[in-house]
């Protein structure tokens, strides 16, 4: 067990805002599992860990989160490893091609949905069975909503529909987890400068047909965020909370 640390999972660790809020939790002395589907990135990501931050400060666990198998493993891996889970941080996610709604594959929707809106599920439902179960009880769960929670951009139905859902999973979850001490709260970003968003300096469809640059913002700022709720006593909660680029064409007509 990491003595004196609280304890964090992060999915979709391997990269992007997960690896950043991976390596911003261990900074603020959360041992942190490291989920992804793919070993490379989430040893390189724990590697950074362990150098900064001694060994046993990370655990990588390889993770489909759609399967509910291997979510199991992860929440079992990382209790067995630590002996608790304080905090854990539903990344995971993927999009769809931009095309007409008449052209997307049902395979397309289907890994979106996969891995955005039941990978989501799962983790929360693992969450509970072993905070409720942990001593003391309780714990925190925060997910990645997006924008899209809200509002879609064109040609996004896989996206935005799950991202809707997750919102729904979100309040669902915090009502759920009063009685437990488990606190639900979600964070909605706005086009945060990762390779997944690395089309958007090139230009992106509007929803008056146009195709636009749009400004993003540093993943660390995303992280901050996700430190900040992290570490709230379970007494006080962050339901929801937007962080995006002050430009970028959220609020307004489009």
């Known amino acids: 067990m990491a003595q004196g640390r609280r304890i964090a999972i992060v999915t979709g660790a391997g990269s ?13 002395g959360y041992a942190v599992g490291l989920a992804g ?14 150098q900064a931050h001694g060994a046993g400060a990370a655990l990588a666990v390889p993770t489909d989160v759609g399967d509910p198998a291997s979510v199991r493993n992860l929440f079992d891996q990382v209790v ?5 889970l304080d905090v854990i941080f539903n990344n995971a996610g993927t999009g769809a091609p931009a095309v007409p709604v008449e052209e997307l594959s049902f395979e397309q929707w289907k890994t979106v949905v996969d891995a955005n809106l039941t990978g989501t599920f799962l983790c929360i439902q693992n969450a509970f069975r072993v905070m409720k179960a942990q001593t003391p009880q309780g714990g925190r769960i925060i997910n990645n909503g997006s924008v899209s929670s809200y509002v879609p951009r064109p040609m996004s139905m ?3 529909a799950t991202k809707h859902g997750v919102l729904g999973l979100t309040k669902t ?5 009063r009685a437990f001490d488990i606190a639900v709260g979600q964070i909605d970003i706005g086009n945060a ?3 997944m968003t ?25 992280a901050d965020a996700v430190v900040y709720m992290a570490g709230l006593p379970l007494d006080a909660n962050v339901l929801t909370m937007t962080v995006m680029a002050t430009k970028m064409p959220y609020v307004g007509r489009g």
Do not use: C, F, W
């Not at 589907?37 to 362990?50: F, H, K, S, Y």
């Not at 979850?173 to 987890?177: C, E, K, P, R, S």
């Not at 690395?198 to 700022?221: C, F, L, W, Y």
């Open 193 to 195: 400068a990762t390779d």
């Open 16 to 28: 992007g805002v997960g690896r950043t809020v991976a390596l911003s939790l261990a900074k603020a």
């Open 158 to 160: 896989p996206y935005t």
């Open 173 to 177: 979850a915090a009502l759920d987890g």
């Open 80 to 84: 067995a490893a630590y002996g608790r």
């Open 37 to 50: 589907r793919r070993q490379e990135p989430l040893d390189a990501t724990a590697a950074m860990i362990v």
């Open 198 to 222: 690395e089309r958007m300096k090139r230009g992106v469809p509007q929803a008056n047909g146009s195709m636009m640059p749009e400004p993003t913002i540093d993943p660390q700022h995303v």
